[in-house]
C-alpha cells in the first residue's frame, strides 16, 4: 500500500464523499421547504384568527344597534341594557384590536376612522334615550337619518377590514399551493441526481477496475500465445497497477527467456534439464495468475452485489419496505447470516426497539426492550465497531446442529449531528477469520445504510407533512364552506326583512334586490336600470307624480333626506302603500352605491282605516243608543207624561241600554278571545237542541220565519254550550238583518262524515266577490247603499271565527250577490266511549287522572279516563254492560258533578251493584269561593290505598259496598248523598275512608 491509500478505501473514500454531498443537498432542501412552510401555516393562522375577532366585532356592533333599536321601538329596558353590554364588548375588542396592529400605520389610520365613526354613533345613544323618555318621537326619527348613514359606515368599515383579511388568507393559500407543487417537484430531482451519482460511481469503478481488469485478462491470453504484450504504466500505484506491472514483468522475461531460447536452441539437447526447469516456472507463474484472476472475479461479484446494495437503498415509500431490501441486500454483500435493527427511543432514552430482522429465530415481530449491557451498551457509548465471538446452542446451532460458534458484529448507527440512534448486529456463524478488507467494506455499507435510514426517516416525515397539509386544505374547504354558508343565511336574512332592498351605482345599474322588491316589483332584475324602476313607479302608482325624476334627482345628489310615501297597484289588482327613501354607501371598492329601501306600509295603513272604521262605527253605534237612553230619560225627568207612554219610553230605554251592552260585550268577547284569556267549558253535548231553542228564538222577529230542519239522531259534539247558542245567535241575527223583504230563513244540521255542520241560510243581499275575503275581519262592513240603512258593528262575525276555532271546528260561507248566502259552522263528532267491565276514571285532573289509570293497568285492567260528568252519563247510556268500577271526583268542568253520575249509575238497575269511589271530600272551608279555574279537592289517601280498596271491591263481586267516601262526618256525608237523591242505609267507618249502602228504587 502506498501513502495514496489501498483500492478498496479510495472507493469507500469516494462514496462516501458522493452520499454525504446528497445526503446535505437534501436536508438542506428539506429543511428550506419546512421552514417557509411553518412560517405560510403561521401567518394562515393568525389571519384567520384576525378575520373571526372583526366578525365577532361586527356581530357585537350589529347586536348593539339591533338592541338599541329594539329598545326604541318596545320601549324595554332589557334590550337597552343588552345595547350597552354588546356597546362595551365592541369597545373592549376594537380597543384590543387597535394596539394589535399599532404597527401598521394605514390600519391604525383605518381604525382611528372606525373607533371615530362608533363612538359618534354611541354618542347619540343618551340624547335618544332622553327623548324617548320625554315622548319626542320626530326628533327620534330626524336623527334617525344620522344614525343610519353612521351605522351602514361602520358596518362598511367593517366590511373592508374583513375582506382584506380574506385577501390575506387568499394569497398565502395560492402560496402554500405553489410551494406544495415545488415540494412534489422536488422527489423527481433527487432521484434524478441520485442516479447521476450511480452513473458516476459506475463509470468511475469501470474506469478504475473494469477496464483495466480487460486490459489484463486480454494480455494473460496473449501472453498464453506466446506473444509480447506490453501494458500502460497506472498512474495510480493501488493493487491493479501492481498487478499490471507483475504482468509487463512476466511479458519482458517471458520475451526475454524467448529470445535465450532461440539463442540456445541449437544447444536444447544440451540444455533440455535446465528446459524442462524453466517450463515448470512458467507454469507456476501461470497458476498465480489464475488464482489472481479468480480473485479479480470474486471482487467483480461483491462489487455488484455491494451496486444492488447500493441501488436498493433509495426509492422505497414506506419504511417496512426499505428495511427488508436494504437490509437483505446487505446481507449478500458482506456474506453474514443474520442481522438485527436496534435503534434508541425517541421518548424515552432507556428504551431500544429492535424493528427488523433478518435470520434470527423467535424475532419475526418487532419488539423493545429497556436497558443494554455487554456489547451492546459498549458500541453505544464507545460509537465504534465491536466483534464478539460466542458458544452456539438451540435453534442458533442450524437444523443439522452443525454451527458451534458464531462472530456477533455491532456495528453504530448515527444521525445528521453525528449522536448514536442505535446499532446493527450482523451475526456470522461458524467463525470465519475476519479479513481487515472485509471489515472496512462492511463498515462502508454500513455507514450508507445509516444515511439511507436519515433520509427514509425524513421521507416519511415529508410524507406526514404533506398528508398535514392535506389535512389543512380540508380544513380550509370546510371554512370556505362556513363562509358560503353565513353568506348564504346573510342572503336569507336580507330576503327575510320586511323591507325591499335594491342596490345600484351612480350610473344607476342594479346590483342587488331583495325578494321583498320582487314580490312588489316582479320585473326588476340584476342589471336593469333604475330608471327602469322609475318608470315602473309612475306608470303604476296611485296618487304620485313623476317618482322617477325624484329617483334621479336623489341619486345625483340634488335633494339630501330624501324620502316620499305612495301607493302602487299590484298585478293581482291590490294597493301597496310604500315608503321609500334613499342611503348612500361605500362599496367594497370604494365607490359609492345607493340603497333604496321600499318600507312596506300596507299593514300600518290598513290598520289606520281600521282605527277609522272602529272610531265611526263606535261613535255612531254608541251615540244612537246612547242618544235615545238621553233623550227619553230627559223627558221622563222633566216632563209629565202619561202612564202608557210613560212605560213606552221605559221599554225604549230597556231595549236601547240593552244594545249598549250587547255591543260592550261583543267588544270585550273579542278582546279576550285575541288575547287568548277566554275561557271555554267543553262539555259533549246533543247539538239538537241549542240549534232549535235559538231558532225558535228569532223566529218570527222582523216578520222572519224561521225553517228547521235537524237529524233525528243526536248530534254529539264537544264544546262551550254557552259559545255555541252565541255563535248561533250571531249568524240567525246576521242572516235576519241582511234578507230585507226576504222573510224566509232556514236552519239545518248536516252529517259531514267525521263532523256536524250547523247551517244558516237566508235569501237576501248576499256578499260581493271583492268583499269575500274580508267578511271576518273586525268592524268590516259591505259598503252599498243596499247596506248603508243596516246597523252594526261589523264584530259578530269575527267573534264566530275566533269561538269556533278556538273549539277546533271551522266556519265558512258560500254566497251569491241579489240571490242570498249561507253560512255553515263545522264542528268535530264527539266519540261516545263504551264502559263494558272497565275500571272508569271520572277525573279533570290530568296529572292524578293519569297516576291512578298507570296503577290498575298494571293489574291488567282495561281503562277509561273521562273529564266530565256529562261524557260519562252518555258513556253509561249507551254502554250495553256496566262497569267494573268507577272512581269519581265530585267536583268536575261543567255544569254536572259526580254525583249526578253516582245518582243516574246506582238508579239504574243493570249498574247498581257497581262500586264506586269517590276521590274528593264532601267538605270545604266556609269562607273558600270557587273560582272557573280554582276548585277545593281534598283527597287523604294514597293512590297505592285506592288500588288496594278498588280491587278489593272488584273481587267481592255483585254482593258489595254501593259507594266509598274519603272522610269520617257521617252526618255531612248523610246530607251530601240525601241532597243528591240518594239515600244511605248502612255506613261503615274505616280508618281513612266510609262505606256507604245505598238504598235502591226497589227497596
Not at 393568525?46 to 338599541?68: C, P
Not at 241549542?690 to 243526536?714: F, N, T
Not at 283527597?939 to 285506592?946: H, I, L, N
Amino acid at each position: 500500500m502506498q501513502a495514496g491509500g489501498g483500492l478498496a478505501r479510495r472507493i469507500a473514500r469516494w462514496t462516501i464523499i458522493v452520499f454525504l454531498i446528497f445526503g446535505l443537498i437534501v436536508f438542506a432542501v428539506e429543511w428550506t421547504f419546512k421552514q417557509q412552510v411553518s412560517q405560510i401555516t403561521d401567518q394562515i393562522n393568525y389571519h384567520l384568527d384576525q378575520q373571526n375577532r372583526l366578525q365577532k366585532m361586527g356581530e357585537d356592533y350589529r347586536s348593539t344597534v339591533s338592541n338599541f333599536r329594539a329598545y326604541l321601538a318596545y320601549d324595554r329596558e332589557d334590550f337597552l341594557t343588552a345595547a350597552r353590554t354588546d356597546r362595551d364588548q365592541f369597545r373592549s375588542e376594537l380597543n384590543d384590536y387597535r394596539t394589535q396592529l399599532s404597527h401598521s400605520t394605514t390600519m391604525t389610520e383605518q381604525l382611528d376612522g372606525l373607533v371615530r365613526q362608533s363612538e359618534e354613533y354611541f354618542s347619540y345613544f343618551p340624547t335618544i334615550q332622553q327623548m324617548k323618555q320625554e315622548g319626542n318621537q320626530t326628533e327620534i326619527e330626524r336623527l334617525s337619518q344620522t344614525t343610519s348613514a353612521l351605522v351602514k359606515t361602520v358596518n362598511g368599515e367593517m366590511e373592508q377590514l374583513i375582506a382584506a383579511e380574506r385577501n390575506e388568507v387568499t394569497l398565502l393559500m395560492q402560496k402554500s399551493q405553489h410551494l406544495n407543487s415545488l415540494v412534489l417537484f422536488i422527489p423527481l430531482v433527487f432521484i434524478a441526481l441520485g442516479l447521476i451519482a450511480a452513473l458516476l460511481l459506475i463509470r468511475y469503478l469501470r474506469e478504475l477496475i473494469v477496464k483495466p481488469v480487460i486490459q489484463m485478462e486480454s494480455a494473460v491470453r496473449h501472453i498464453s500465445q506466446g506473444e509480447h504484450v506490453r501494458l500502460d504504466h497506472r498512474v495510480n500505484e493501488d493493487e491493479i497497477g501492481s498487478l499490471m506491472d507483475g504482468i509487463n514483468h512476466m511479458s519482458d522475461q517471458l520475451q526475454e527467456r524467448h529470445q535465450e531460447l532461440e539463442k540456445t536452441l541449437q544447444h536444447m539437447a544440451e540444455q533440455h534439464d535446465e528446459l524442462e526447469a524453466q517450463n515448470e516456472e512458467i507454469l507456476v507463474q501461470q497458476h498465480e495468475q489464475e488464482v489472481i484472476l479468480a480473485k479479480l472475479t470474486d471482487r467483480e461479484r461483491q462489487l455488484q452485489l455491494i451496486n444492488s446494495y447500493q441501488e436498493k437503498l433509495t426509492g422505497f415509500t414506506t419504511m417496512s419496505e426499505f428495511l427488508e431490501s436494504s437490509l437483505r441486500a446487505l446481507l449478500q454483500a458482506t456474506h453474514h447470516d443474520a442481522l438485527m435493527l436496534v435503534i434508541q427511543s425517541e421518548q424515552e432514552a432507556s428504551v431500544f426497539h429492535t424493528i427488523h430482522a433478518i435470520g434470527w429465530p423467535g424475532h419475526t415481530e418487532p419488539s423493545h426492550r429497556t436497558g443494554l449491557f455487554g456489547p451492546a451498551l459498549q458500541v453505544m457509548e464507545e460509537k465504534r465497531p465491536i466483534i464478539r465471538s460466542r458458544v452456539l446452542s438451540g435453534e442458533e446451532r442450524g437444523i443439522h446442529l452443525g454451527y458451534e460458534r458464531a462472530d456477533d458484529h455491532y456495528y453504530p448507527l448515527c444521525d445528521d449531528h453525528m449522536r448514536v440512534i442505535g446499532f446493527l448486529l450482523l451475526t456470522t456463524y461458524g467463525s470465519a477469520a475476519v479479513q481487515i478488507h472485509d471489515k472496512m467494506l462492511t463498515e462502508g455499507l454500513v455507514n450508507q445504510f445509516g444515511m439511507a435510514y436519515q433520509a427514509q426517516l425524513a421521507g416519511e416525515e415529508r410524507l406526514k407533512q404533506s398528508i398535514r397539509l392535506e389535512e389543512l386544505n380540508a380544513e380550509l374547504e370546510v371554512e370556505k364552506l362556513m363562509i358560503r354558508q353565513q353568506r348564504d343565511t346573510i342572503q336569507e336574512i336580507i330576503d327575510s326583512l320586511h323591507e325591499g332592498l335594491v342596490l345600484c351605482d351612480q350610473e344607476g345599474t342594479v346590483s342587488f334586490s331583495n325578494e321583498q322588491v320582487s314580490r312588489v316589483l316582479p320585473d326588476l332584475r340584476t342589471g336593469a336600470s333604475i330608471m327602469a324602476l322609475g318608470d315602473y313607479l309612475d306608470t303604476h302608482s296611485v296618487h304620485a307624480e313623476n317618482l322617477s325624476a325624484q329617483i334621479q334627482q336623489a341619486i345625483q345628489g340634488m335633494e339630501n333626506d330624501w324620502k316620499t310615501q305612495f301607493s302602487l297597484r299590484g298585478r293581482d289588482g291590490s294597493i301597496y302603500y310604500l315608503e321609500l327613501y334613499i342611503n348612500t354607501i361605500t362599496g367594497a371598492d370604494m365607490k359609492e352605491y345607493y340603497l333604496l329601501v321600499f318600507r312596506d306600509r300596507t299593514e300600518e295603513e290598513q290598520a289606520d282605516q281600521m282605527k277609522n272604521e272602529f272610531v265611526s262605527i263606535v261613535s255612531h253605534e254608541l251615540r244612537t243608543p246612547l242618544a235615545s237612553i238621553l233623550g227619553f230619560v230627559e223627558i221622563l225627568l222633566h216632563r209629565e207624561v202619561k202612564p202608557e207612554k210613560s212605560r213606552k219610553y221605559m221599554e225604549t230605554i230597556h231595549r236601547e241600554a240593552n244594545r249598549l251592552s250587547n255591543l260592550i260585550s261583543d267588544f270585550l268577547d273579542l278582546q279576550r278571545m285575541e288575547s287568548g284569556k277566554q275561557n271555554y267549558t267543553r262539555v259533549p253535548f246533543d247539538l239538537r237542541p241549542i240549534v232549535h231553542d235559538v231558532a225558535r228564538q228569532w223566529d218570527g222577529k222582523q216578520e222572519h220565519q224561521i225553517q228547521i230542519m235537524l237529524p233525528e239522531d243526536p248530534c254529539f259534539v264537544d264544546a262551550d254550550t254557552d259559545r255555541i247558542t252565541q255563535v248561533m245567535h250571531n249568524l240567525i241575527s246576521n242572516a235576519i238583518k241582511y234578507s230585507p223583504g226576504q222573510p224566509q230563513i232556514d236552519v239545518r244540521i248536516v252529517d259531514g262524515g267525521t263532523d256536524w255542520i250547523a247551517e244558516v241560510q237566508d235569501y237576501g243581499l248576499g256578499i260581493p266577490d271583492e268583499a269575500k275575503d274580508k267578511m271576518f275581519g273586525k268592524f268590516y262592513r259591505v259598503d252599498n247603499s243596499d247596506r248603508r240603512q243596516i246597523g252594526g258593528t261589523g264584530l259578530g262575525l269575527a267573534i264566530v271565527r275566533e269561538i269556533v276555532r278556538d273549539l277546533g271546528g271551522d266556519v265558512y260561507f258560500d254566497s251569491r250577490l241579489g240571490e242570498g248566502s249561507t253560512f255553515a259552522v263545522r264542528l268535530p263528532k264527539f266519540n261516545i266511549s263504551q264502559l263494558d267491565n272497565k275500571v272508569v276514571i271520572i277525573e279533570d285532573d290530568d296529572n292524578l287522572s293519569g297516576l291512578i289509570r298507570a296503577t290498575f293497568e298494571e293489574q291488567q285492567y282495561d281503562i277509561l279516563s273521562l273529564t266530565t260528568a256529562e261524557a260519562a252519563i252518555l258513556s253509561l247510556e249507551q254502554s250495553e254492560k256496566p262497569p267494573l268500577l268507577c272512581i269519581v271526583d265530585i267536583q268536575l268542568s261543567g255544569s254536572r258533578s259526580g254525583w249526578d253520575f253516582i245518582s243516574i249509575l246506582k238508579n239504574r238497575e243493570e249498574s247498581r251493584h257497581v262500586p264506586v269511589i269517590v276521590s274528593s271530600a264532601l267538605d270545604q272551608p266556609g269562607d273558600f269561593a270557587e273560582k272557573p279555574n280554582e276548585k277545593y279537592l281534598q283527597k287523604p289517601f294514597t293512590v297505592e290505598r285506592m288500588k288496594e280498596l278498588g280491587i278489593a271491591l272488584i273481587q267481592k263481586g255483585t254482593h258489595t259496598t254501593d259507594v266509598v267516601i274519603a272522610g269520617h262526618n257521617e252526618q255531612v256525608i248523610q246530607s251530601a248523598l240525601k241532597k243528591n237523591g240518594l239515600q244511605a242505609v248502612h255506613m261503615k267507618v274505616n280508618e281513612d275512608f266510609i262505606s256507604v249502602d245505598l238504598l235502591g228504587e226497589e227497596d
